[in-house]
């Protein structure tokens, strides 16, 4: 069934998209005083974070980001994900809101911008060619349409100047955040930032995601658990993407399915991210649920989206490698050796530092080491990570960011935890990881 979006043109110069943000600044800050007069009144002496993070105050900030889209949406979506775990629960409930909220562009736009890609009889390449998309996101929407050989084909069109406005976009909404006064002082959101820029650029280029669908395709293409859709050359530019159209349920609505349908399926997913890891050295990074569908008929897991995929040192995938191995071993001494390679610490860190993130990286990896199958739905480490992560955070010596390719593979590896956790799967993890648990 189709998905229904709200459209919104898009603000594309660099003045309008900053005199939005403006303007929402200006009615945040109105309904804050209207808010806290309100309180005072019936004498209660509100603190000014409880006034910005009303309800009210939430939805404007999430939906006009929403209509921003690009670097505004995005950067939203990666501060969430990738400091969640040191946020106040509110900002972090805001920011997630921009996972999935996005407006489609308006007709007249799809349209125009059709035309300067394909010409101005581009309509008679194609048998149907529904203008109303059926998923849109930060960086462009998609559409299912049928060509005249009777290709079914998935479009994703990218929305007009998003490209332009990356780097104003991430530093007008890193401006906004920050005002909000929640961000932690100790955390340095500033690599964060820089790697959203180089990310949004990356996913912005429609060429490099072709060619990662078709490397990833190539390392992939004898596992018999996976489908992915072929990219189509015809349609496909730096701002337009074709591929086949796969037919299949979201995957979160497995969750209805019975408890060995979950558990296969998540099984896979994480025998898929093993092999990303430490067999291909190429990860699709994003952690959006969406981006796996189930084809029911043959079973079988499709996968989508490669505009995040990230390539991996075979020292890097060692490290981790070693990491996962010391968890299973309860070898802490490995562990703190494994995540000084990577990167996680630096020997110039405080001792009680070095343990409490050694401890924490520990913690992460339960699933390895706890009784097998492990109960997802069932584990509070969700909960306990977010503690531990929150307390870290708070330690004045620990102003350490890690580097860009470990925030996406713990990003990734998070929304494999949330899936799982969504599915109410039971994974047998130690046995996935057997293949590489070598001396």
């Not at 490669?306 to 075979?314: D, K, Q």
């Not at 299973?328 to 995540?339: C, F, P, T």
Request: one cysteine or more; a neutral charge.
């Amino acid at each position: 069934m189709q998905k229904k979006t709200d459209t919104a043109s898009i603000p594309k110069g660099r003045l309008s998209r900053l005199g939005k943000l403006s303007s929402l600044a200006g009615r945040v800050a109105g309904n804050i005083l209207a808010e806290g007069v309100s309180e005072l009144a019936k004498g209660n002496r509100p603190k000014i974070k409880d006034l910005l993070l009303t309800p009210g105050n939430a939805m404007r900030v999430a939906d006009q980001l929403a209509q921003m889209r690009g670097a505004a949406m995005k950067v939203g979506q990666m501060i969430s994900m990738d400091a969640g775990d040191m946020l106040p629960a509110e900002l972090t409930d805001l920011l997630a809101r921009l996972r999935s909220d996005a407006k489609s562009m308006p007709e007249n736009e799809l349209i125009s911008l059709l035309e300067s890609q394909w010409g101005q009889d581009w309509k008679k390449q194609f048998i149907q060619f529904p203008l109303q998309p059926i998923a849109a996101a930060s960086i462009g929407q998609v559409h299912k349409v049928i060509t005249q050989d009777l290709k079914r084909l998935a479009i994703k069109i990218q929305y007009p100047g998003i490209k332009q406005s990356i780097n104003s976009d991430v530093d007008n909404v890193a401006t906004l955040i920050k005002m909000t006064g929640l961000l932690p002082k100790s955390l340095d959101i500033k690599p964060l930032l820089a790697e959203a820029k180089k990310q949004l650029h990356d996913e912005a280029d429609y060429t490099l995601e072709g060619q990662y669908l078709d490397q990833y395709a190539a390392v992939i293409e004898n596992d018999d658990a996976f489908i992915m859709p072929i990219l189509d050359k015809e349609f496909s530019s730096g701002t337009v993407l074709a591929m086949s159209f796969i037919d299949g349920l979201p995957i979160e609505q497995l969750v209805n399915q019975s408890q060995e349908t979950r558990d296969r399926v998540m099984s896979q997913l994480m025998r898929l991210f093993f092999k990303e890891l430490f067999d291909f050295q190429l990860v699709q990074t994003d952690p959006n649920f969406a981006n796996y569908q189930y084809d029911q008929e043959t079973q079988k897991i499709v996968l989508l989206d490669f505009g995040a995929t990230r390539t991996y040192t075979s020292q890097m995938a060692e490290g981790y490698r070693q990491l996962m191995q010391g968890a299973s071993h309860h070898d802490k001494n490995q562990i703190r050796q494994a995540i000084l390679d990577i990167g996680l610490i630096r020997q110039d860190l405080p001792e009680k530092v070095q343990q409490n993130i050694t401890d924490l990286a520990y913690m992460a990896c339960e699933p390895l080491y706890a009784e097998s199958p492990y109960d997802f739905a069932s584990s509070d480490l969700s909960s306990r990570l977010q503690t531990q992560g929150i307390q870290l955070g708070l330690e004045k010596e620990y102003a350490h960011t890690p580097s860009a390719n470990a925030i996406f593979l713990h990003r990734k590896l998070g929304g494999l935890f949330l899936l799982a956790i969504k599915l109410k799967a039971k994974v047998d993890m130690q046995s996935l990881f057997t293949p590489y648990n070598r001396a």
